[in-house]
């Protein structure tokens, strides 16, 4: 049963620490994707990468946020340094663009990050 | 910029009873999908709406899409409790992959 895996599910900082999230997508899977979801903003997309390369992190703050995928079983997205207001569940999903053009985005359980 | 809007926001009804939400989006757009999530959870995929006129149905709930109308609405049939979750909405652009969602709607099956 293939499935997007992400670690930790749980992480509890301190303001001013560093904090790194990882995903591993289903094998096979060309797009990943960093989401973060909030009460007040809903889900937002943070991050897009289509075979490892990103294509897309406007949604992203620059200037404490990074996200990579150093090889095609691990992407990582990282906090540097860590605010209250960065407090959220961060999701990773993960696709398959078919030559058909159908396409279809699967999940993570997601990294439940509270920063004090 | 695209925007997403799904109503109503909550929604509270009786087990055995029809409703439907609805999510409007702001730009021509030839895919759309639903999502449930229930509390604590992660996002699990529901349907994959690919063109005007798609229908698809699984169980009790039935998803359609107009593209013209830019509307999709999720039809819930004689509910159960079991459906009881949030449900969202998520426009893709053109087949370029990236999803923008809706608020979410969130409902309540009461026995």
């Known amino acids: 049963d293939a499935r997007v895996t992400q670690t930790p599910r749980h992480k509890v900082t301190e303001m001013g620490q560093e904090v790194t999230m990882r995903c591993q997508p289903i094998l096979g899977h060309n797009t990943v994707f960093w989401y973060r979801q909030t009460m007040m903003q809903g889900l937002e997309l943070l991050a897009y990468?289509?075979?490892?390369?990103?294509?897309?992190d406007s949604g992203m703050p620059k200037d404490r946020f990074s996200a990579e995928m150093p090889d095609a079983t691990l992407a990582t997205l990282k906090i540097q340094p860590s605010e209250p207001r960065d407090s959220a569940v961060y999701f990773c999903?993960?696709?398959?663009?078919?030559?058909?053009?159908?396409?279809?985005?699967?999940f993570g359980p997601g990294t439940r990050l509270t920063v004090l | 910029e695209l925007k997403v809007e799904q109503n109503p926001l909550f929604l509270s009804m009786q087990e055995g009873k029809n409703y439907t939400i609805y999510c409007n989006y702001s730009t021509t757009s030839d895919r759309l999908y639903w999502y449930r999530q229930d509390p604590g959870k992660s996002l699990e995929s529901l349907f994959v709406?690919?063109?005007?006129?798609a229908v698809k149905q699984e169980g009790r709930l039935m998803a359609s899409l107009d593209t013209k109308a830019r509307l999709s609405t999720l039809h819930i049939t004689a509910a159960v409790h079991d459906l009881s979750a949030t449900y969202f909405c998520?426009?893709?652009?053109?087949?370029?992959?990236?999803?923008?969602f809706g608020t979410g709607t969130r409902l309540t099956i009461i026995p």
């Open positions: 709406l690919l063109s005007n006129g």
């Open positions: 998520a426009v893709e652009l053109f087949g370029n992959e990236k999803l923008t």
């Open positions: 990468f289509r075979n490892r390369a990103p294509l897309d």
């Open positions: 999903a993960s696709g398959l663009t078919w030559t058909s053009g159908d396409y279809e985005q699967f």
